[in-house]
Each structure stands twice: as structure tokens, then as C-alpha cells.
């Protein structure tokens, strides 16, 4: 479900820029789409039969992603950690022909969004959910894996601890996730005739895949505060104040952490913020795992009053907290939900920061109880010996400085309740941490 696909304040769209909706492209002409299928090998009747003209049918889309990777134009623009050359910048089509045998569409694997097995490339059911962009970047990612890239286990983030090879060692060893990242740098910092929107889901897609997929983590992570208020987004950096505008969110959007940076949520849908960028689109976040939401997994929660994506350890968790006061985490490497946790009588929400400061997932209670929970082991630990103070809305951390937002939406210094000059003149409702990376630099 797309709610939102609304703001954008100063990018320039060009008419001649190609399309990154699958409502978008029109008609393909029958020539082009028989050249594409027999250069690719493309299985039709398994992808539903030839459809021309219909974004939503899995065969068009297929052809979509062919188009734009033909049609795509990059020319060089200076120096980036993630463009090494691994895929000559105008070669992606050529590139791709030579390492696809066949395409076909399976539901043989579906915790799996495609695999590979010799050039043969299965598109799962988590490809026909994706995006345009998040199409592309896969099938340019299995196409990495002709030529012998494989994936080893995971050592940390949400498939760490786990047997499933998902990582690559680095980036530098150039496998399958580099040749994806390079990809959508390329689009963020080269393309002549993408999309802005298009853009703006590479940056995000980049951030959100590279934190984790690589044992050798390329990103040097940061920790900044973002605030939320009527007017908009306060983003503080070190010593710099950024304002962000604010989408159209509905009124009771939560504002979270993610992966990639932080995402506008409400019940099962979320909007992805590009926080390194003002000019840029806000999207639906397909980027971290507020995504989960899309597909039908078992056991799902059967509500949603609170949701965290949270690293705790070397471990990434996502976690819903039900109406119910069940806590489910999502089991990464099968694919699925654990069961339930017990519910906790008068569960509020999920705090990731207490108010002595220590971090972590716990339960508030409406009567102010603070129950950790490990979702490593899914178990609740002994309540808190504070309890949360009525007049506080969250804690968080400003550098080493722990902060409080209280409920006139001031942010005071936690210990002396003297508040933060810089931030003085802002009201805020929510106030979250949320990482940056120096893959893409802040625009102020
Ligand atoms: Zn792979």
C-alpha cells in the first residue's frame, strides 16, 4: 500500500527523465519486448504470459526493468566509496545480457526475493513487491553471481548468529552486494536521465542495505538526534541544526529509527525520510524492515500498537508490540515471525532509551512500569527501579549528553533539567536518535 508519495519541494523533473512508477512506462512495442525476452531468456508463461502494456502484471514489470537498465544514461561525476568500476558505467545492459541464461518467476523460495542457480535467475514473490529500483537492483545483483560470487554467513545485523549466507566479506571483494551498491551510487551520483523519485530510492536502497551486508562494514556511522514538531523535522548533527519539512503524515505517524535513518510511522505503514537530503523525495519505506508489513509472513501480529527496529549486540531485531501487549520479533534467517511473547497487562509502547540512559527495547505501561525485553531470547527481564516519569516523553541522546523531551515538548538536559540552548526555540512531539552514514553527506 502506498499512502504517500508526496513531498517534494525543489527537485527538477524532466520530461526527458524515464519513468520509475510501473503505471508510467506505457506500452512497450511487441519487437522490443520479443528482442528483450530472447536476449534474457525470459520464461513469459511463467511471469503470467506477455503482457505489453500493464505495470501491474509481473511480465511488464519484468520488461520495465530491462528498459530502464537499456535506457539508463551515467556519466562519470567524481570520486565515491561505492564506485569502483566493477560494472563499466555504460555497459549495465551489455553486462547484464552476458550474465543472464534465463528468468523465470518461481514461488519456490519465499523468504528469498530471487536466487541465482547457474545464469538462471527465479524471481520470487518479494520481486514482484518491489519497486522499480529495488527490481533493477536485484536482478543486477543475481547477475553478480554468475560469474561465482557467493555469499558467506552473516556477522552482524539481523542475520548474524545465523547459518544463512547473506554477506559478503567487503565490499572491496566486489560480489554481489558491491555490484548492487555501485549500481544505485551510480544513480544517486551519475545518471543523466533517472528520475528524481528514482534517485532518492537508490540513496535510501544504499543506506539501508550497505549498513549490513557487508563483514567488513563500509559506512562509518553516526548518531544524531531528530526531533519532530508541527512545523517540521530538526535534524542535530555535532553542532549543526538542520530544519527538514515535513511530509503529509497522518496525525498519528510515530516518528522511528531506522536502519537507513529514520521513517514516519502509522499501524503497518511507514514513509521513508532521506534525511541527508531536504530536496529529496519521501517515500514509502521499502528500505528498512517496516517493509515486513508488505508480505504475509506466519504468525504475523495480529495488531500493531508499537513497532521498533533496533540493533542491540551485534543483532538487528524487529519488533511489534500488539494491542494485546504480545511482543512478536521477526525471525530473519526462516523468513517468519517467533510466536508472541506473554502480553503485558496495560503495555503503552515500545521506548528504546530509559530515563537513566541505558539503551535497549523496553515496554512502558500506562502505570509508568518499564519491563526490559531481550529479543534474543524473547524474554522479559524484572522491571526497572525507575518508573517512567509522567511528565517525560522520551529520552535520547544529544553526543554523550543524555536529553529528555518533556511534555511541553521542551529538551532539557536529563540530570539538570536546564534546557538545550541550541534546540530552545523548538517544540517537539517525538524525539528519536537515528544514524547517519558518510556514504552521502548531510545537505543542509
Ligand atoms: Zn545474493
Redesign the pocket.
Known sequence: MHFLLSLFLLSTVYAADLPYDDQEFGCIGQAAADRYVRAFGVDVKSFGGLELCDGSRDTKKLLNDLYLIEGSTFEAAGEHKFIRGYVDRQNYFEWLKQETRGVRRGHDLPYATAY?SGGYFTMQDGWAKLSTLGRVGTII??AR?TAGYR?YACTFGPYANSRTAGCDTSYEQGG??AVEMEYYARVVLESKNLHPVYQSMARLMALGRSNFVFNKNPLQKREALLGLSAAGLVLVDGGQVYERALPAVPAEARLKRTSFGASLVAGEQSLAIDLSDPTEFSLTDDYSYYKLFQLPRDRAPTSVKSTEEVDIGNMRYFTVLSNEGRISSYNFPEGNWFAASNPVADAATFVTRAPDGQAGLFVVTTDGSILPFDPSTRRYGLPLKDRWPSDSAAYAMLGAQLVVLNAEGEVLDAESGVGVPSLAHYRFTELVNVPLYDAFEVVP
Open positions: 541465482n545483483h543475481e553471481h555469499h554481489s552486494h
